[in-house]
């Protein structure tokens, strides 16, 4: 790429409603440091591109994985895993060349493998190792009764079994979960679930970083899916209905939880460095 040129190539991702611009980083070479204030800018919504996360794809640092990512959130924060991004990165991952449809590539949560079928826009991916697990955590819901339960499945997550998570206000109640003293100092994503059956749920997710209810949660379907299962509530094979209404397929096999979904480029095109008063160090 022409370093004097103010346009970058740009690539919008979405998977169940969770969208994400996506920059090939092998020619651009942004350092990391400038990632985060880029983030905050190329994320906003009307006045940059508008997303829920920025992410950069480049080489990998060694042959233990075929490249790796960093991954931002809309205000700046790094975060170690998102589920539906991974997703997303895998099928634009084949589709640049960095590698063939089932493949490894490095996070900060550890090595995420994936499978691609590229034809149908459909991705399967095996998410780090769940860790954590604590049921019935004591934390105080204002209006709202019963325990909090919690789970890392590459990123923090709080879930909250509720009969009607239709009808509750996930804005204010994620924001006094995400924030909460029990989950400090890093905070936590809050997710709201309705156990439909034992192979179905409805999840609604506040994400931290976005701070706000997004329309899916990879890592957080992944969530309601372990807790579940861990209370008996559900096999362990699971299809998640998202706030977007779209369908995420949750299974535990052997310890491991994979996250199967629909991945979308839904553009790929240039962004003008000077109109979100980003410049190239």
Not at 38 to 57: E, I, S, T
Not at 98 to 103: E, I, L
Not at 133 to 140: R, T
Not at 250 to 259: A, D, F, K, T
């Amino acid at each position: 790429m022409n370093r004097n040129m103010n346009a970058v190539p740009i690539h919008k991702m979405q998977g169940c409603g969770n969208d994400f611009v996506f920059i090939d980083n092998r020619k651009l070479a942004l350092p990391v440091s400038a990632m985060a204030d880029w983030a905050k800018k190329v994320c906003r919504r009307a006045f940059g591109v508008g997303a829920d996360g920025l992410v950069f794809l480049e080489e990998a640092p060694d042959a233990s994985v075929d490249y790796r990512w960093h991954f931002y959130n809309a205000d700046g924060s790094r975060a170690e895993m998102c589920g539906n991004a991974s997703r997303c990165a895998g099928l634009l991952a084949v589709k640049l060349g960095f590698a063939g449809p089932v493949h490894t590539f490095g996070s900060d949560a550890g090595p995420i493998r994936a499978e691609v079928d590229v034809e149908n826009c459909e991705v399967k991916v095996q998410l780090t190792p769940p860790k954590g697990l604590e049921l019935n955590k004591s934390v105080d819901m204002p209006g709202l009764e019963g325990t909090i339960h919690f789970v890392n499945t590459g990123v923090p997550h709080a879930v909250y079994i509720h009969d009607d998570a239709a009808g509750l206000n996930v804005k204010t109640l994620g924001a006094h979960v995400r924030y909460h003293a029990a989950f400090a100092p890093a905070g936590t994503n809050a997710n709201f679930v309705t156990v439909l059956d034992r192979n179905n749920i409805h999840l609604r997710t506040y994400e931290r970083g976005v701070e706000d209810e997004t329309y899916a949660c990879g890592t957080g379907a992944a969530a309601g899916v372990v807790v579940t299962n861990a209370l008996g509530l559900t096999e362990s094979s699971v299809n998640v209905r998202s706030s977007g209404g779209e369908i995420l397929g949750i299974s535990i096999e052997n310890g491991c939880v994979h996250l199967k979904g629909k991945a979308l480029n839904v553009y790929s095109g240039e962004m003008y460095l000077e109109a979100l008063g980003l410049t190239l160090p």
